[in-house]
């Protein structure tokens, strides 16, 4: 029996990387995105002493040539790819309001958020189309909703970064194209939130455990072929409720109570400005 591959983007830290250690759970042959050979190298020792066939793959989400690049070397050992996760991403720009952020700032988290997912796909889809029914994943968030951005109860209505939730909002829509073209190759593309998930992304402010967070990802990835496609998905069904805004009319700040979380403290919006939220929330 052929054996089955996957390639997760920004695999050596953080959700991609634990990812990468679920779908290696899972029997997947895992090539590791990275763009450090360093860092790399060592989160695929440290998958393969957890069992996961895992190597690390020179992939800078940025670069054209570094993913063509990335695509030969694959091209090498294998012929098929039957998941790819578009996990790589970051966030500058700190709390700046819309109107100071710079596009330069943005520009950059474009790079990587919208149009690094776009460049892996084009340059894997040889791959991909050869392993008949392959996944795609796109990690997204819940800060791309633009239905969320207009709800005054969401608990993201005050987090108003206009580089990352557009870069997202964007990835959503490259989600549903690829979806609807890909469907006749067998390939199922879907979005993926993992929720707020403790990684250096945030600081590790996220309540969520990289377990949590990889889950929906892991799911999409493996789903069979009478699950969808072209849509965004949230955390397991098991997870808690959405959470309940406990706002006191007037009152400026958002206070956010999660279900089944025992509630320490709050998400806090001034003036439009997201001032940020801590961990405080505890099982
Ligand atoms: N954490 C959350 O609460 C949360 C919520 C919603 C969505 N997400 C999404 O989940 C994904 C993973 O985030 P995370 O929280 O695990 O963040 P993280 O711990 O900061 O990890 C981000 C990963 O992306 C890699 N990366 C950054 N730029 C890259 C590039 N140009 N080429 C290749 N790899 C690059 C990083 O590599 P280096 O180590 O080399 O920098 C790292 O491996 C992101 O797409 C994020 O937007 C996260």
Partial sequence: ???KTALVTGANKGI???IARQLGGKGF???LGCRDPGRGERAAIELRKAGVDARALLLDVTSDASVAKAASTFGEASNHLDVLVNNAGIDIGGFALPREQRVD????IYEVNTF??????QAFLPFL???GSARI???SSSLGSITSALDPTSETYGVNRLGYNSSKSALNMITVLFAKTLAAHGI?????NPGYTGTDLNEHHGPRTVEEGAAIAVRLATIGPACPTAGFFRRPLQQPSPPRVVTAPGDRRLLVRFPGMRYRGGTFVRDGRFHGSRSLWHR
């Fill in 137 to 139: 994943v796109m990690m």
């Fill in 16 to 18: 991609g990387l634990e």
């Fill in 129 to 131: 189309e050869k392993a």
């Fill in 29 to 31: 042959r895992l090539w």
């Fill in 188 to 192: 199922k593309v879907n979005a993926a």
């Fill in 105 to 108: 700032d943005i520009r950059a």
């Fill in 1 to 3: 029996m052929r054996e």
């Fill in 116 to 121: 690094g997912p776009i460049r892996v796909t």
